[in-house]
């Protein structure tokens, strides 16, 4: 396009005198003309169009090029420029667009380098929301378009799983929609789901067992605290040296000689220093009850799926207390 790129050039250079409308015009001037030439070239075994199309896609990328991209957009749907919809999709941010676009077209291919291009997590819930809605696939193609399918999914589902977007039941209930979708096409996706699930509870589990076995640990001791305690070591804890009178005696079951405590402990200097830290943590979780919006930002930023863990975690640190 020497002419037009020469035309563009000119017209740039005099936009300090010029307004800026008159390129406009040009440029949509040139799209229309590029894109209405394919009416006159729709004959079989005539490329002639491609080369108009060509045209158009260029003018979209120039650099110098000022025009209206809605209507362009209009413009390539109405001739069915693949190419250049996609392009003007790209560049209005219509991601959700071109994903559909994608999905319509086949190009499967496409569908998933883009989404990993974008890096969106959405995409990726986006898009197999798409593939619940194909159902007009070629008979002559029709096998090759299910591999391509299958593959896709197969992908967009190990995104889905790694991300977290969705869980099982989400995934089943949206492909439910397509009865192109067979259940041997997500069997792996369910095996590796239920699986992993049967980890996740097995883990739990052994937690809560855990959890149990140092609950009841702890109760014995506040029963063993109401008890006479004898006594019975032999050697100061601190220096290691034979116990002699005075002596301090903590009911932690540590002992100690007087002269090796400081006088202002009143508190055992083994097991103080992590008290002291469990004492300021339950002071920091008191003073948090308090800032909401600490608690609302915290959720916000958290993802989705990670927001009632913490719900949970707030509850279990007696953050939500009684008004």
Known sequence: MPYTENALESEQQNLSIKSKASL????????????GKNNKYEKENDDSHLKYENYALDLFKHSLTIFDYEKSLVLCKLRKFDDGV?????KLKLYKEVIQFHVEKKNF???IKFCKEQNNPELWIEAINCFSEITNFSDDGKNLELNNLNFA???ILSQIEELNL?????VLKILSKNECITIGMIKDYIIRRVENDKQILEDDQKLIKSYQEETLK???SLLDLKRPVIFQVSKCDLCERPLDIPTVHFMCKHSFHQRCMQEDIKECPICGPEQSIIRDLIKSQKENANNHELYLTTLESKRVDERFNYISEMFSKNVFRKL
Not at 24 to 35: A, H, R, S
Not at 166 to 170: C, F, G, K, M
């Open 153 to 155: 999914l197969k992908e």
């Open 86 to 90: 996609n392009y003007l999709f790209l």
């Open 166 to 170: 969705l869980t099982p039941l989400q």
């Open 109 to 111: 291919d496409m569908l």
């Open 24 to 35: 406009n015009v040009i440029c949509d001037t040139l799209i229309e003309l590029y894109l």
């Open 218 to 220: 702890i109760k014995q």
